[in-house]
Structures are given as structure tokens and as C-alpha cells.
């Protein structure tokens, strides 16, 4: 997992820019932000400001908060039982 960014290219200079800028703006304003948690932790493994246990920990922390806040509702089919 820790070698994905590596593998796909997406630590690249070019993925970092601002993509919803012109690009005389996008010197001035230097590369993009993450504008999420996930993005956050992303940017921090692939800066290798945190290590792939870290990363994993933070990533399995959102997701239980996530089921917590949003839990999944599964729909009754029709091979479910009748209550």
C-alpha cells in the first residue's frame, strides 16, 4: 500500500498544481492544498512525514467515525425474511 503513490505517479509536480486556476496564477499561488482529512494524511505519507502505520491507523479512525455518524442501512430484498 505504501508504495501505491510511487507506482501510479500521483506524487508528481504536475498533480499538484491547481488544475481550476489559470496558469499564470498558479506560480504566484504555489501547489494545491488538500481539502481533506484523507488528503491531509495522503500528502503527509507521501511527504514521508508519517509512516504506513500511522497512515493506516488515521485511515481505520475516520472510517469507524464514518460508521458511527453515517451507518450503512442495507435494504431488505426480496429474500429477506418478513418482520
Known amino acids: ?4 503513490p510511487f ?3 500521483w506524487y508528481d509536480e504536475a498533480a499538484k498544481l491547481r488544475h481550476d486556476v489559470p496558469e499564470e496564477q498558479r506560480a504566484e499561488s504555489g501547489p ?3 481539502e481533506s482529512l484523507e488528503g491531509v494524511l495522503v500528502a503527509q505519507l ?13 485511515m481505520a479512525k475516520i472510517a ?9 442501512a442495507v435494504p431488505s430484498g426480496p429474500d429477506a425474511e418478513a418482520e
Open 1 to 4: 500500500m505504501c508504495s501505491l
Open 64 to 72: 469507524a467515525r464514518d460508521d458511527e455518524r453515517h451507518p450503512l
Open 32 to 34: 494545491a492544498q488538500p
Open 7 to 9: 507506482i501510479f505517479g
Open 46 to 58: 507521501a511527504a514521508e512525514e508519517i509512516t504506513c502505520g500511522q497512515y493506516h491507523r488515521a
